[in-house]
């Protein structure tokens, strides 16, 4: 073999390394997909402390498991141009009002994008600042209708898995002690939609659940709903999001968090990861 062609080998050899090498390293640093979480951040303390935890650990999760985690409080993003870089879209306090945005995220969501909504984005009624007055999202896509009530005040609950095979339900006790919440019921009985998907519920042991100091914020009964998906879209809705402050004594301090608790900060990544790594097109498409 003549030095020319031992030159030439090597030379293609030290070309093919390298080559691998920064493939290697561009798959390193590129993430598995990209989430974008909206929101408003004002009124309610409550959720203003959950917001507060959340763009704490959503990046600290991003690090950890190679997915990117963007934030914006500027609705007008809600835009085909703005989405079509994200394969997750987080609702993490309240849902947008603006007919255009609106229709921006149903097309989204119907082109098979993920969303992931908490608490507060899926409130809604009449005659309140937040009127019921988005049919597709309230009803079709979220299935529950307008909010029914609500137990005071945050009080933990034992939540019960409904179904132990779906992915965001993976490696989950039958049973866990979820943070301190205030939980929602709702108009509509998400039992009787066939395309609604309940993963989590409150367990009955939680009876009583609330302290009130009304007696309607006590319940005592009844089948709850907290963590669910819509079978026609990439969708999980969480009614966490709402934490303990101390507002009796006006000093608005944390008295409780949403993030820390293990089992459930791991029901919340099994979300995530499903919706950034599944892909699930709207069967009405």
């Keep these: 073999m003549t030095a020319y062609i031992k030159a030439a080998l090597f030379g293609l050899f030290c070309l093919c390394f390298l080559n ?35 763009t704490k650990w959503f990046p600290a999760m991003a690090k950890k498991y190679n997915f990117r985690f ?3 409080s500027n609705w007008g993003n809600l835009n085909d141009a703005f989405l079509k870089n994200y394969q997750v879209v987080i609702f993490l ?16 969501m119907k082109n098979g994008g ?8 899926a409130f809604a009624l009449n005659n309140s600042a937040v009127p019921a007055n988005w049919d597709w999202y309230h009803n079709e896509f979220l299935g529950s209708g307008q909010y029914g009530s609500n137990t005071w005040r945050p009080t933990s609950a034992i939540l019960k898995v409904e179904d132990k095979m779906h992915p965001v339900m993976r490696d989950l006790p039958a049973t866990f002690k979820a943070q301190p919440n205030e939980w929602y019921r709702w108009e509509k ?8 998907k309940i993963l989590a519920s409150i367990d009955p042991v939680s009876f009583p659940l609330g302290t009130g100091p009304k007696p309607n914020e006590i319940w005592h009964s009844g089948y709850y709903p907290v963590v669910w998906t819509n079978k026609n879209y990439k969708m999980v809705y969480l009614n966490m999001g709402h934490n303990d402050i101390d507002y009796e004594h006006h ?14 900060d791991q029901l919340i990544l099994n979300a995530l990861l499903w919706l950034g790594t599944i892909r699930v097109i709207n069967a009405t498409n």
């Design 251 to 264: 000093t608005n301090k944390d008295l409780s968090h949403t993030f820390g608790n293990p089992v459930e």
């Design 189 to 196: 009985d998400l039992t009787k939609n066939p395309n609604i």
């Design 70 to 72: 963007d934030t914006t």
């Design 114 to 121: 993920g969303w992931m909504g908490f608490h507060f984005s």
């Design 20 to 54: 691998c090498a920064f493939a290697q390293k561009r798959m390193a640093v590129e993430p598995r997909f990209k989430v974008i979480g909206f929101y408003t951040g004002k009124e309610d303390q409550a959720h203003i402390s959950f917001l507060h935890e959340a």
């Design 93 to 108: 306090d309240t849902r947008p009002e603006d007919p255009a945005q609106r229709a921006a995220f149903e097309r989204y």
